[in-house]
């Protein structure tokens, strides 16, 4: 029998939807629990929300509906740079105004 705790999921996505106009929803009710140290690929054609997911679970989007759980903690309301995850972008930027470090 697993340890309940063992088998909590790490990042957990609970009936997670997202629309940028209140009418077409680009997720629509996620549901994902990924365990401590699994490696998830999202596999899907341009446009399916891959990057929308991901965006929201960074805290750089925000969910429509449903909650976003990080280590067992709702996390909807947190603060990007409070939420400890790191995130390379497809199509990265830097800012002309910072320095090397601070990018």
Do not use: C, W
């Not at 596999?43 to 929201?56: H, N, V, W």
């Amino acid at each position: 029998m697993e340890n309940s705790a063992s088998s909590e999921a790490f990042v957990r996505f609970e009936g997670v939807q997202k629309s940028y106009d209140g009418r077409t929803l680009v997720v629509k009710d996620l549901n994902i629990d990924v365990p401590r140290g699994e490696f998830l690929t999202m596999l899907g054609p341009s446009g399916s929300g891959k990057t929308t997911s991901l965006m929201m679970l960074a805290g750089f989007e925000t969910a429509t509906k449903g909650d976003i759980y990080l280590n067992g903690q709702a996390i909807n309301n947190v603060a990007p740079h409070k939420r400890g995850i790191g995130m390379v972008f497809q199509n990265y930027a830097l800012f002309p105004h910072m320095t090397v470090a601070e990018n």
